[in-house]
């Protein structure tokens, strides 16, 4: 998902024809985070997207509600709360039957540098400009640009794409799809990957794979030193590392 998508927060989320949106209603609210320490959003289908501003002191709330029955329109809300620690919290309502939907793509501006803790079920994301950041993922691709403290992510499916990290990175699992990553100051740290590649280049410090299933692994201008620990299959590469290169003994 490229930043368009914050220029154009009322197209349809990807994935979804034109067609599928037979109700809709705009989202459009604010949030006072003059004094919270950290944000929580809890998202649901949809795409999300958060972007950092250095003259805000408040959450900036824009979004669009497609569903398939009239009356979810009332249900589908966006709640929050202010303090210490903020929540952004999506309502939307249940459904299972063949042919409905409840989606709301969603566009945060928050004040830049802030702590938050983002748990999404489905749709893209992109996130820049914010402080430290745990995030919980299902499914779609996975941008984030410029956080100014540590990263941790848990994704199911989807590609993952990391840049200008101030602090760590730590991948806790990801079951499917591309990991890719530049500009880490600190150490990286993918504990468990099923598939796919995983790819990281200009990193600071340590970069270490614990589990990886499937896919190449590719290692490219490291400060510290790269360890793969396990690995099934898939070619693995270094190049420019400063420290020592460990991998399983089959590899090396």
């Known amino acids: ?9 009322c197209l349809v989320s990807a994935g979804l024809q034109a067609s599928d949106c037979e109700y809709e209603k705009t989202i459009n609210q604010t949030l006072d985070l003059s004094g919270s320490e950290q944000l929580t959003v809890l998202a649901a289908a949809g795409e999300l997207g958060i972007t950092g501003d250095r003259d805000s ?17 009332e249900q589908s809300q966006v709640r929050t709360r202010d303090g210490k620690q903020a929540e952004i919290v999506v309502d ?9 939907y409840a989606y709301l793509d969603l ?12 748990k999404d079920s489905s749709g893209d994301i992109e996130i820049e400009r914010v ?53 880490i100051e600190n150490n990286v740290l993918v504990k468990n990957d099923s598939s796919g590649d995983i790819r990281f280049k200009d990193v600071g410090q340590d970069f270490i794979v614990e589990s990886d299933s499937s896919g190449d692994i590719s290692a490219d201008k490291i400060g510290g030193d790269f360890n793969v620990i ?11 590392v400063e420290g020592e290169v460990r991998v399983p003994e089959e590899r090396s």
């Open 92 to 100: 939307l309502p249940d459904h299972d039957s063949w042919g409905e």
């Open 107 to 118: 566009e945060l501006t928050v004040p830049e540098g802030i702590s938050l803790n983002v």
């Open 131 to 183: 402080g430290a950041l745990t995030l919980q993922d299902s499914s779609g691709d996975i941008e984030i640009t410029g956080t100014s403290g540590s990263l941790s992510i848990r994704d199911s499916s989807g590609d993952i794409v990391i840049s200008d990290v101030e602090g760590s990175v730590t991948i806790e699992s990801d079951s499917s799809g591309d990991i890719r990553g530049k500009a």
């Open 1 to 9: 998902m490229k930043s368009a998508f914050l220029l154009g927060i």
């Open 230 to 240: 396990r690995d099934g299959s898939g070619e693995i590469s270094a190049t420019n």
């Open 57 to 73: 002191h408040s959450a900036s709330i824009r979004g669009r509600v497609c569903v398939s029955e009239k009356e979810w329109l």
